[in-house]
């Protein structure tokens, strides 16, 4: 599977813009191409998708963690452009959206043969599981339920291999010793502290990162 961040507060290439949000693509073999989190700007969010060769009208299906404007806001501007897409969203989530399909998710979800929503936790957030032959691989937003009660959550799917995404205040850092790889990005605040202590595990993320598993 690819994993190419298109929305961050940094950049990885530079001919692309950073701003504060969070948006990547996720590409899974025989599975729908699926877009998660818009980053909070449509210009931004389209600019950095043209800049990566990523055609809006490519992407099957938008996943929305959590309703916070960092994650949905270009999420308007990318349905102009292709409402073709079915949406998920987190059940809390209760704006109208126009596309062709919206999926309110409450319970934990199997949406694809290997791709699956945590559900939505704390009446806040979901995060995306894909299952890969070395274990799950986990895209979360901001972490709001925290990563222990994310981490605990895939558990059902099986055993979580990476973590990537924004991670926020989260520092109970034991929690993820037994992830081979971790990528924390957008609010992470302790983004230096991960790195010194996994440094074999951590992966600098920014928009253009590309991550493949
Ligand atoms: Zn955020
Ligand atoms: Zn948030």
Known sequence: MKITIIYDNKVYKKELEADWGFSCLVEVENTPRIL?????????????????NIDPNSIDEVFISHSHLDHTGGLSDFLKLNKEVKVYVPISFRRPLNAKEVVSVKESLQIHENVFSTGELSRIEQSLVV???????????????????ILNADSQFGKVYALIGGLHGFREFDVVKDLELICPTHCTQYQSEIKSLYPDKYVEGGAGRIIKL
């Not at 998660?36 to 990566?52: A, H, S, V």
């Not at 299952?131 to 009660?149: N, Q």
Request: proline share 3%.
């Open 36 to 52: 998660f989190d818009t980053g909070t700007n449509g210009r931004i969010l389209l600019r950095n998708m043209e800049k990566l």
């Open 131 to 149: 299952k890969e032959e070395k274990g799950l691989i986990v895209i979360a937003g901001c972490s709001h339920p925290g990563v222990g009660s």
